[in-house]
């Protein structure tokens, strides 16, 4: 069928194509954490190389530091031997903006190249999650609770701060060690109630509650130590309980155990289809 169209049935537009450049040096930055506010000092670290992923030795780098758009600061750096420079620049006390870019020009011999990245700023906005080993904070226990931070744009966000109870004692501190997430032990008594507040970054003054101390009730506590599985399991009163392991249905360890209140400590040696199983896929430990 060879009919044609209506002339209106078509448009037509100019497109202009450029050229693609290509980048002269392979620049690489990553920040050392996930998250910065009033007063920190930020660090970059650079690696730069040619195009034939050789080193940059004692490449001149120029960092510049802009805010709202406008430059902050300026400063001079030379990469090491490796090609690699660590770029650091302190924040203002009164920062009130989370528009941050770096950028770095690196000049080699008659080469230079830029790279620019915005710096994950956070001011007063951090949401803290908690999660105790276990499911709850029990009283008696210095048990682990994990956290994870995330940033306004549900991002993770590094993060470091203490522990209080409702009198303002600091009873344990926290530091995030991967995309905002982390854990820490502490001591949880019966009648009180615990908070954290962030110390790093500066500027945070959110009060945090952590999870209600319950007085009654059990915990687990899972770790591989070698070719033996070591559990621990705190009871705040003497009772009975059954522990199992399964994997997709299949139970590799079922064991009734007599607690008293307080933790017992459980080593599971030689049971070599439970450990070769936790390597691969996920077992699933339960108390009843």
């Not at 990553?30 to 004692?58: C, H, M, W």
Request: overall charge neutral; proline content about 3%; charged content about 20%.
């Amino acid at each position: 069928m060879d009919a044609k169209l209506p002339e209106e049935n078509f448009f037509t537009k100019e497109i202009t194509v450029q050229s693609v450049i290509t980048p002269r040096l392979l620049l690489k930055v990553d920040f050392e954490k996930k998250a910065y506010g009033k007063s920190d000092t930020i660090v970059a670290k650079l690696k730069a190389r040619n195009l034939k992923d050789q080193p940059l030795a004692q490449a001149s780098i120029k960092a510049i530091l802009n805010l709202k758009g406008i430059e902050y600061q300026s400063k001079t750096f030379q990469a090491n031997d490796n090609g690699e420079a660590d770029i650091a620049f302190q924040l203002p006390a009164d920062l009130n903006t989370t528009d941050g870019l770096l950028q770095l020009i690196v000049s080699y011999g008659m080469i230079e190249e830029s790279i620019s990245r915005s710096v994950p700023i956070v001011l007063n906005k951090i949401q803290m999650r908690f999660f105790p080993e276990g499911g709850e904070m029990l009283a008696g226990s210095n048990g682990r609770v994990a956290f994870e931070a995330l940033n306004e744009f549900n991002k993770g966000a590094d993060v470091e701060g203490i522990i209080v109870d409702e009198t303002g004692r600091t009873v344990s501190t926290f530091e995030s060690y991967h995309l905002g997430m982390g854990a820490f032990k502490m001591q949880a008594q019966d009648g009180h109630t615990y908070s954290a507040r962030i110390t790093r970054p500066q500027g945070i003054n959110e009060v945090y509650p952590l999870p209600v101390v319950k007085s009654e009730g059990m915990s687990l506590s899972v770790e591989v130590n070698g070719d033996s599985i070591v559990t621990k399991i705190f009871s705040s009163a003497t009772t009975q309980a059954f522990l199992v392991a399964h994997v997709h249905g299949q139970v590799f360890i079922a064991n009734k155990l007599t607690l008293q209140k307080g933790w017992k400590r459980i080593c599971y040696s030689g049971e070599a289809d439970a450990h070769r199983y936790s390597n691969v896929h996920p077992v699933r430990w339960r108390w009843y």
